[in-house]
Structure formats: structure tokens, C-alpha cells
């Protein structure tokens, strides 16, 4: 049992998803809450040239990767069509290590695109990961719907723009874009080349409010059984200078959900010279809930504060900055050795999943 399991058991948590006869099932709902429990632990200081780090994770040597990178694949018209007919486009980059790939959706900032993590997507092909990297609904090259016409009943297409959004619209992004996204993620895995089983979701500002409410949609929306994997794939979210008010989301609900607070591994990078280190310090505080800043003992929830006023994708781009070197420290410390349960899993192909 490793520690951040031990320390779950000692907080009274019990994981959602659990190995059980042999199969990664869930039960859901099952959290039982210990009062009179104070977890404290001095705090290690991380020095890298332009971050600090509350808390230092131990150091986890990656594994001796061998293989390459394959030719990216462009997605677009039905290949992501969404329920309501929204077509995506996206980059797809299979990663070479077959039911060990990793898999990891990088979910741009409002009005950005794909394009956005051109950089970092170099580093993590590099190093084997499968990404996933879509222009969101009204973003990029994501514009075009498919509707029938009230009076013809004709298929025509319609152009839509973010500018033209309400809140409705961007929960379509968290509920409907992210639901076939993981359509195709789930081909990919049954095929044998991911592991969708530990699913890692990299967000920038309005992209990283995504990721933790759809987390939330992936854990508590389908049971698992025998045999029958629905749930439980996202074991790690990196929030890239999240956002407290973001429109048509509800950070407040989000963090303090017992999914984000207990079980999944967060990293939140953020640059300490902007004004994105308030939110990100507030939602910081929230996931951690009655634990001070400082307390945690696991290093689940990791803050990185860079010395820019640089925010949200713009720490990706910056050479000076070592978001890559610790986004992968962050999942093969905290996805990788913190989920050893995770393996490789067939997934139920039927499954839709709700656009709750």
C-alpha cells in the first residue's frame, strides 16, 4: 500500500474506484467522513530557477522509454461529432507505448485553439505520451454544426463562435465535446494502444475549469461491474491558471466536490506575478478544504508558482520555464506511482456517457 493510499485510509476516505475479484470496479458514493482527524507535515521547499514548489514530491526516476513517435493524426468532421452535431477538429498523437500510454487531453483557454500547445505537445510526444489536442466548440476550426432545417428537414450547416456564447454553451464544452473526445480515447484503448485507465487532463484558464468539472462527470457518472469499465479514467488534472469566475462554470461547486478534495492527483501551475495567483491560491485553499496551505501530507494537490506574470498556456511556451520537466515529475509521482491499481482495463464501447 503507498503512502498517498495510507493517508487516504487514515483520513476515512474510501476510493471510489477500487479493484474488486480481479476487475477495476466503482462504488460510488461510498465516502465515509472522520472527524478529530488534524493531518500536519512540515513543508519541503523546491527551488527550481523560476518556480517554487509548496511541497516536493518525492522524485520519480521515468521509465527508460523506446520507441517512435508516430505522425499525428488529424480529426475532423464526423470523427468528433458531438451529440447535438457539433464537428471537432483535433490532433491526435498516439503515444509507443502500447497498454502503458498514457493518455493525456489538453484543453485550451477561452478564444484560444489546439495551436496553443504546439510546444509542450513536442515535449510530451517526445516522451511517449498519446495526446489529445481538440480545437473546442466555436474555437479553431471547430466551428461548424450540423442542424435540420424547422420546415425543409434538410441538413444544413451552421457556423458558430465562442463570442457568441452563453453559459449553456460552455457547459456544451465540458458535457458534449469532452464526452466524444473520450469516444475516440476509448477505441484507442480497447485497441490496445492507451491506457485510458489513467487518463491525465492538462487545462488552461477557461480549459482548466473543464477539466475539473468534467472530472467530477467521469467518476460520478456510471457505475462500473465486472468486466464493464464506465468510470474512473482521469487519475490526474494539471489546472494551468485556473479561473475563478469563469462563465458558465462553477469553480466553488467543483472544488469542493469529495472527487477533487480526496481522490484524483492536481497539480496547479500559475504565474505568481500575475492575477491569476489569487484564484489560483483561493481554489488552492477550497480543494484542500479544513487542511491549511502547506499541511498536505501525500502531495496530491501540488502548487507550482512561477516567477513570471505569465498565465495559462503562456508557461508552456516560455523556455525558461520547467512546466514539462514538472508536469511529468507530477504524473509519474502522482498518476503513475499514486494509482498502481490502474492498469490497463477494456472499456464498455455502448457507453455514452451523460451530458449532465
Not at 476515512?12 to 472522520?34: E, Y
Not at 451529440?83 to 487531453?105: C, E, K, N
Not at 456564447?165 to 466524444?180: E, S
Amino acid at each position: 500500500m503507498n503512502a498517498i493510499t495510507q493517508s487516504r485510509l487514515r483520513m476515512g476516505i474510501v476510493p471510489f474506484c477500487r479493484p474488486v475479484a480481479g476487475h477495476l470496479t466503482v462504488s460510488l458514493l461510498l465516502v465515509t467522513l472522520c472527524s478529530g482527524l488534524l493531518v500536519a507535515s512540515a513543508v519541503a521547499q523546491m527551488p527550481p530557477p523560476v518556480a517554487t514548489q509548496e511541497a516536493q514530491p518525492p522524485i520519480v526516476e521515468p521509465p527508460v522509454l523506446t520507441g517512435t513517435p508516430a505522425l499525428p493524426i488529424e480529426l475532423s468532421g464526423l470523427d468528433l461529432e458531438t451529440r447535438d452535431h457539433v464537428q471537432l477538429s483535433a490532433t491526435f498523437y498516439p503515444g509507443f507505448q502500447h497498454q502503458d500510454t498514457i493518455p493525456i487531453i489538453l484543453l485550451h483557454d477561452y478564444k484560444g485553439s489546439r495551436l496553443d500547445f504546439e510546444e509542450l505537445a513536442r515535449d510530451l510526444v517526445a516522451k511517449g505520451y498519446a495526446l489529445m489536442m481538440p480545437d473546442l466548440r466555436g474555437h479553431g476550426e471547430s466551428t461548424t454544426q450540423r442542424i435540420q432545417h424547422p420546415r425543409t428537414g434538410a441538413i444544413i450547416e451552421t457556423e458558430i463562435d465562442a463570442d457568441d456564447f452563453g453559459p449553456a454553451d460552455f457547459q456544451k464544452m465540458r458535457a458534449l465535446d469532452m464526452q466524444v473526445l473520450r469516444r475516440y480515447l476509448i477505441e484507442q484503448n480497447n485497441a490496445g494502444k492507451l491506457n485510458l485507465n489513467r487518463l491525465v487532463l492538462v487545462g488552461a484558464g477557461t480549459g482548466a475549469n473543464i477539466a475539473m468539472e468534467w472530472t467530477i462527470t467521469d467518476w460520478m457518472s456510471a457505475p462500473n461491474y465486472p468486466g464493464i469499465k464506465q468510470s474512473c479514467d482521469v487519475k490526474g488534472i494539471a489546472l494551468l491558471s485556473p479561473n475563478w469566475s469563469a462563465r458558465g462554470f462553477r469553480p466553488m461547486e467543483a472544488v469542493q466536490h469529495p472527487v477533487l478534495q480526496d481522490h484524483v492527483a492536481i497539480f496547479i501551475g500559475v504565474g505568481k506575478q500575475g492575477s491569476g495567483s489569487s484564484d489560483a491560491d483561493r481554489i488552492l485553499r477550497m480543494l484542500r478544504g479544513p487542511t491549511a496551505r502547506g499541511e498536505s501530507e501525500d502531495n496530491r494537490i501540488q502548487l507550482f508558482e512561477y516567477d513570471t506574470a505569465k498565465q495559462a498556456e503562456e508557461l508552456t511556451k516560455d523556455p525558461r520555464i520547467p512546466f514539462s520537466d514538472h508536469l511529468v515529475q507530477f504524473i509519474n509521482s502522482q498518476v503513475v506511482e499514486g494509482f498502481p491499481e490502474a492498469a490497463w482495463v477494456e472499456h464498455h464501447t455502448s457507453s455514452t456517457r451523460p451530458a449532465e
